[in-house]
């Protein structure tokens, strides 16, 4: 457990920083621009999940095989992972931003955006997708790191970018009057910085993740590897995603009080989200040096103490969701917005509920692929997307808002359901074939 704490602790104060100055884009435009504004930069954020959570989680199923390698202490076939890792990261990249940025009217079309907040949704997503490749960048330079056991080094990186973007914010928005478009090109200059100094750590620091000319040798068998891991992982948050896409599209059917309550409850929802993907990925990247090691014991103990962490954690957020969503909203929407506030605090309130339930899922399905099953684990989300579109289908026009606040909970506790099973399967056949 100390271990894992010890590797994830930098990995969610980086998630958390992350989350942070996306809040800080929330909080500025929200006192400043007024509830529509926000309501046009919370209106996507599912499309963003949706996209991103794809290249993010390409990333970490490149870095994987990386991981394993490391553990099994193999580092020339580790080296080649990294080089086509990082190949496919550029394809995913190129391909990305093309599809995002030429259908980017389909997709808010979509969605459902009300028409008196189109055209500033519209001016936000677009710099967004156009920064997609900053994005992969950071994301597949980070995973590298955290493959070899460095959470440390896109933390501090992390810090330095966030409090880049508190002040790009600020000058755009403010100084500049921007608009929703300043907090767009702030978070994108803040993760190419971020990127760059990633990349400049590891040619001046870290020579185990150098590449030489034999490494950059093209071999189908690792690039099929390759894509087994990282493709898959990032569908599983795409597919996750959809359904939240699915989500959102009947929420903004509701009209813009509900997109203003909704955006602001789900920024509050990323912030308490964001310690989880720590410890998950601190466990799942501890699991894949063990199995690489063999080492069936620690994978074990793993496994048990992530899921601890994550309950632990679980249990106190979802309190806080309960007791303080209200004021934690007044952040991001002046208290005259009272009806806004009411949406956002209700939405919280009810997800706090299963809140802990997360700490389960996350951690079994981060693990089922940190074995190397990337495909168990999207199943895993393919139940997640169906749950929460069966139920938002089906509930929201009969019940409207009411349906939308319990909507996450039914795929939270669906998707767990299937992954503790799987995981638990898997863990029994590792013995057998291991004594």
Known sequence: MSLILKF?????????????????????????????????????SSVQFLVL???????????????????????????????????????????????????CHGILYILQTPSDIYQETYNYIIVIFIGIPFT?????????????????????????????NIVLDLVFII????????????????????????????????????????????????????????????????????????????NNSLGTLYVSGFATGTKIKGLALAPFDAFATGTSTFV????????????????????????????????FLIFFGYRFSTLFIGTDEVQVLMESAKYLRCMGYFFCMLGILVVSRTTIQGLGHAGLSVFSGVIE????????????????????VWTDQTAWCTAMIYSTIVLYILVKKMDKERN
């Open 385 to 404: 997307m169906i749950a929460r579109s069966i139920t938002a289908i089906t509930f929201v026009p009969k019940f409207g808002y009411d349906a939308i």
């Open 288 to 319: 894949s040096q063990n199995y690489g090691a063999g080492n069936t014991k620690r994978i074990k103990l793993g496994i048990r103490d992530g899921m601890i962490i994550g309950t632990i954690y679980g249990i106190g957020m979802g309190l």
């Open 175 to 250: 100084n500049l009057h921007l608009g929703v478009v300043g907090a767009a090109v702030a978070t994108v200059i803040s993760q190419a910085f971020s990127a760059v100094l990633c990349l400049i750590t590891i040619l001046k620091k870290f020579p185990v993740l150098h590449l030489s000319k034999e490494d950059r040798i093209w071999r189908k068998d690792i690039s099929k590897v390759s894509l087994s891991m990282g493709i898959p992982t990032g569908f599983q948050m795409s597919i996750i995603a959809i359904g939240s896409m699915v989500m959102q599209s009947a």
């Open 53 to 103: 959570g794809f290249c993010m989680g390409a990333c970490v199923g490149f870095g994987i095989p990386v991981a394993q390698k490391f553990g099994a202490h193999d580092l020339d076939t580790m080296r080649s992972y990294i080089f086509h890792g990082a190949v496919w990261a550029v394809v995913v990249a190129l391909v990305a931003t093309a599809a995002t940025v030429i259908g």
């Open 8 to 44: 994830s602790l930098p990995l969610l104060a980086a998630n958390l920083l992350q989350q942070v100055y996306s809040l800080v884009d929330a909080a500025i435009v929200g006192q400043t621009l007024g509830a529509d504004a926000l309501g046009a930069v919370g209106a996507t």
């Open 136 to 164: 992969i960048l950071y994301n597949y330079l980070a995973s590298m790191l955290r493959a070899v056991g460095d959470s440390r080094t896109p933390f501090i990186f992390v810090i330095i970018s966030s409090g880049l």
